[in-house]
Antibody, heavy 123, light 107 residues
Framework: QVHLQESGPRLVKPSQTLSLTCTVSGGSISSEGYYWSWIRHHPGKGPEWIGYIHYRGGTYYNSSLKSRLSISIDTSKDQFSLKLQSVTAADTAVYYC???????????????WGQGTTVTVSS | SYELTQPPSVSVSPGQTATITCSGQELGYKYVCWYQQKAGQAPVLVIYQNTKRPSGIPERFSGSNSGDTATLAISGTQAIDEADYYCQAWDSSTAVVFGGGTKLTVL
């Protein structure tokens, strides 16, 4: 059974870079049929899709975050990472790493989620 | 940008059918998923590809999608079904979009 675990600083200062890593266990990040995604959730709102990456390196970002965002993958470590630059208080949220289907039958469906990590932007 | 609209709250009596809607322009042309999220936990996929249930999800959960509206129905609702529910759409042009969520209360 595939398991995802987020790691990284939980407190980031304004204007600095938020960095998170997701470690995949119980399966290979190089498995066909999946995108590896980041989602964030502000309290009281719907989840917000940040972006995803394929194990071959192709990425697709939320246009509203694209200018500040970078998602990378390290298949040798079964990890993928998120970097969000120039953060503000509006970037405070629970961040999840998620496995999303890239083809039939799970196309677009997020079937495995990490437990989530709360990141606070504050000085 | 593409938007999905859900009612903020739905109430249902135990044993009755709960219906949660998700509206978006031409939503019927997109794949819709539904997620259940209980307090302090990560979301769980309960419906994918509009109508399919992942392994382990009870048969009382069902989905449909046509026109501008997707619907999640929970028949024989139980107290354990009380949670927040989010719809999510995907297609190649809009990528991933989530609804604002519906709080289901089982009275």
């Amino acid at each position: 059974q595939v398991h995802l675990q987020e790691s990284g600083p939980r407190l980031v200062k304004p204007s600095q870079t938020l960095s998170l890593t997701c470690t995949v266990s119980g399966g290979s990040i190089s498995s066909e049929g999946y995108y590896w995604s980041w989602i964030r959730h502000h309290p009281g709102k719907g989840p917000e899709w940040i972006g995803y990456i394929h194990y071959r390196g192709g990425t697709y970002y939320n246009s509203s975050l694209k200018s500040r965002l970078s998602i990378s993958i390290d298949t040798s470590k079964d990890q993928f990472s998120l970097k969000l630059q120039s953060v503000t208080a509006a970037d405070t949220a629970v961040y999840y790493c998620v496995r999303m289907g890239s083809g039939y039958p799970l196309l677009g469906a997020m079937d495995v989620w990490g437990q989530g990590t709360t990141v606070t932007v504050s000085s | 940008s593409y938007e999905l609209t859900q009612p903020p709250s739905v109430s249902v009596s135990p044993g009755q059918t709960a219906t949660i809607t998700c509206s978006g322009q031409e939503l019927g042309y997109k794949y819709v998923c539904w997620y259940q999220q209980k307090a302090g936990q990560a979301p769980v996929l309960v419906i994918y590809q509009n109508t399919k249930r992942p392994s382990g999800i009870p048969e009382r959960f069902s989905g449909s999608n046509s026109g501008d509206t997707a619907t999640l129905a929970i028949s024989g609702t139980q107290a354990i079904d009380e949670a927040d529910y989010y719809c999510q759409a995907w297609d190649s042009s809009t990528a991933v979009v989530f609804g604002g969520g519906t709080k289901l209360t089982v009275l």
